[in-house]
């Protein structure tokens, strides 16, 4: 009976050990960020039943540093005018610091089907955004 009793509470706690971690891991976003980055802010939403979600970010980083955090998060392509037909935008975050710069001239992206994740660097923050539908 006690046998019985001990593998349950392991199996159990082994079953919060994987769910929390959702809750306790830091998102890729936040990780891909130069360990001098502050004043990070990140508001995350999904639909709980879908596919459907949003991330936005935003975290005050040097300039130099910009490449880098694209590179680890696969932001291969520059945004330019043949990009114009894509279904990319800032999205309308609902964190009152979401201030993204309205162009997306220069923005690094990548877009595949319903998914895509776009940064951009602006006034000292850089702004990251990545919405899949």
């Known amino acids: 009976m006690k046998r019985i009793t001990i593998g349950c509470l392991v199996c159990l ?3 919060l050990l994987v769910c929390s971690g959702r809750f306790i891991m830091l998102s890729r976003a936040r990780r891909a960020l130069p360990w001098t980055a502050t004043g990070v802010q990140e508001h995350y939403q999904d639909s709980r039943f879908g596919s459907d979600f949003q991330r936005c970010l935003r975290a005050r980083i040097n300039e130099s540093d910009f490449d880098a955090f694209a590179k ?3 932001l291969t392509r520059t ?10 935008s800032w999205t309308a975050c609902d964190a009152t610091w979401w201030t993204p710069p309205r162009s997306l001239v ?3 992206f990548e877009h595949d089907g ?3 994740a776009m940064a951009a660097f602006h006034d000292g923050h850089v ?3 990545a919405m899949g539908w």
């Open 72 to 74: 680890r998060l696969d």
């Open 79 to 88: 945004y330019g005018a043949d990009d114009e037909s894509l279904p990319i």
């Open 13 to 15: 706690f082994i079953m």
């Open 106 to 108: 220069g923005a690094r």
């Open 114 to 116: 319903d998914y895509y």
């Open 127 to 129: 702004y990251f955004v």
